[in-house]
């Protein structure tokens, strides 16, 4: 597809594409927009706020070695190297003491220390989500817990117990909450499920009919009863999140041939039937190489769109 430098570019709310029209960019239905589109954005979580939340402790310390499992109060205090005390606050964990003030790597390790039990009792209370923001932060928190959690007693090299919060190491060898573990697995569910319309939830359902309502606007309503047909017979979302739709493609690119037309399906059912062959057939031969994770898209889209056309020619 070629794109001239000199025309302008804008981003089409209703279906995540770029447009060369400036009027493409008007939300077609604002409720649905606003119950399907907007809900898909995912707030970075507030760093200033988290660290302004007291952290929520327990009553009481305490320690079960049998359990491997270990409760922090407020007021805890915690000797770990050179002489330096970590105090357990609502606020955060203050590092105090230290036998050589010149030291300043052993006051750097105490530090680290306090800082990787502070996130960790905030991540078990729940006031924290994201332990770190980058490998290397993830790195060094996890080598801060394994360091003050031997100071607890507690054993990290199998699972362990926080303020009720069991952690263990995931994949990558790196320490991780059960409510985490069960939040990325829900989310492994949820993004194997946005490729379907059978197992879509109730948002994904909204998302796909208002894309689909953009793309059929002006199509006939034999395409409109047939593309509903195929959505609940194949069970196939050919709008899934994260991917790329071959009809966005192309509707696309003659957006740009065109001058802002990006109405790919015409009102007639004789070119409704030519973009789904036109679609079918770029399918058959893509423009560049496909990813393994983009060919099994594709062969979903294969089948929705053969059945599409049988409804349609049948």
Not at 52 to 75: C, F, H, M, W, Y
Not at 126 to 142: D, P
Not at 226 to 239: D, V
């Amino acid at each position: 597809m070629e794109i001239l430098n000199n025309r302008s570019w804008y981003v089409n709310p209703n279906t995540r594409q770029v447009t060369s029209n400036i009027k493409n960019t008007a939300i077609k239905d604002r409720e649905a927009f606003d119950g399907s589109m907007q809900n898909l954005l995912h707030p970075v979580e507030d760093l200033a706020q988290v660290l302004k939340t007291p952290i929520r402790l327990a009553e009481r310390s305490s320690l079960d070695r049998q359990g491997n499992a270990v409760d922090i109060a407020s007021g805890r205090r915690i000797a770990v190297n050179d002489g330096y005390i970590l105090t357990v606050k609502p606020q955060g964990v203050e590092v105090s003491g230290g036998d050589d003030p010149y030291d300043t790597q052993a006051y750097m390790k105490a530090q680290k220390m306090a800082d990787s039990l502070a996130t960790l009792l905030r991540n078990a209370c729940g006031n924290m989500h994201t332990a770190a923001y980058s490998q290397e932060e993830y790195a060094r928190w996890n080598e801060g817990v394994s360091d003050v959690m031997g100071y607890l007693g507690i054993d990290t090299s199998k699972a362990f117990t926080v303020n009720g919060m069991k952690y263990g190491r995931n994949e990558n060898g790196w320490y991780e909450s059960q409510a985490d573990s069960e939040a990325k697995a829900a989310y492994e569910m949820l993004k194997a499920n946005n490729r379907t319309y059978t197992f879509a939830d109730e948002r994904t359902r909204k998302q796909i009919a208002y894309i689909s309502d953009y793309y059929l606007e002006h199509a006939t309503e034999n395409l409109k009863t047939a593309w509903q047909k195929t959505l609940e017979e194949t069970g196939i979302n050919p709008f899934p999140q994260g991917f790329s739709s071959t009809l966005s493609q192309l509707a696309m690119e003659q957006d740009f041939e065109t001058g802002g037309n990006d109405d790919i399906f015409g009102d007639d059912l004789e070119s409704n039937i030519a973009a789904v062959k036109k679609i079918m057939e770029r399918l058959e031969n893509p423009l560049s190489e496909v990813s393994e994770r983009n060919a099994e898209f594709a062969a979903d889209e294969k089948t929705f769109y053969q059945a599409l056309f049988n409804k349609l020619t049948q």
